[in-house]
């Protein structure tokens, strides 16, 4: 069991940049793949990106490619997600998942466990 804990959202503008972490409890962090979803006011919970056990595939919901970054540190058990380019499209809640599978899940109802989320807001 993981139990993800999102941080690192907050206030910035368009163009700019944030790093959210989310540091995992528990000592089977390996065993899960983890993904970043976020959800904006009166819109469904949408894929951004996922990552691999290993931390070798990363997968990148369209709008993400090329501005976002996910990244693993299995040492620390936690998952980064590096944004850059910010657009306020991009204001959300943030979420961490982890996914009891090897390579990892563009799918909400595929994973097994949730943050609470992190709020991300992009002023123009």
Excluded: H
């Amino acid at each position: 069991q993981v139990l993800p804990a999102e941080s690192g959202g907050g206030l910035v503008q368009a163009g700019g940049s944030l790093r959210l972490s989310c540091a995992t409890s528990g000592r089977s962090f390996t065993y899960y793949a983890m993904g970043w979803f976020r959800q904006a006011p009166g819109e469904e919970r949408e894929f951004v990106a996922a990552i691999s056990r290993s931390g070798a595939s990363t997968y990148y919901a369209t709008s993400a490619k090329g501005r976002f970054t996910i990244a693993r540190d299995n040492a620390k058990n936690t998952v980064y997600l590096q944004m850059n380019s910010l657009k306020p499209e991009d204001t959300a809640v943030y979420y961490c998942a982890a996914d009891l599978s090897a390579l990892g899940s563009r799918k909400p109802q595929d994973m097994d466990y949730w943050g609470k989320g992190t709020l991300v807001t992009v002023s123009s």
